[in-house]
């Protein structure tokens, strides 16, 4: 994934399809969805954590198998594992919101 990142970066900053942008300072942390979880079988659309929080859903493990192609109608499981990209305070506020 960072590799393919990479490719299309311009010293610090980094474009991904256009849309998503990497600086210095951007962090990426995985976690766990347990079964019960808010999160549990939610698409991405319906959660809209990127609107309502500014961090994303960059890639998820799920049997095993690791995936960074996610969109809007992904949907998530308890048993995945996601990795969510932002800043501290984003991924701050996404776990109290979405973890807690």
Known sequence: ??????ANCIGK???IDEDIMLYEGIEIEKHHIEKG??????????????????????????GGL???????????HAGDI??????SKQISEFKEKYLD
């Open 82 to 87: 996601i990795a969510v990209g932002g800043s």
């Open 13 to 15: 900053v980094c474009r």
């Open 37 to 62: 979880s808010f999160l549990d079988k939610k698409s991405i659309e319906d959660l809209d954590i990127e609107k309502k929080i500014g961090c994303t859903v960059i890639g998820i493990e799920r």
């Open 1 to 6: 994934m960072l590799a393919k990142m990479s």
């Open 66 to 76: 690791v995936t960074t192609t996610v969109n809007k109608q992904t949907i998530l």
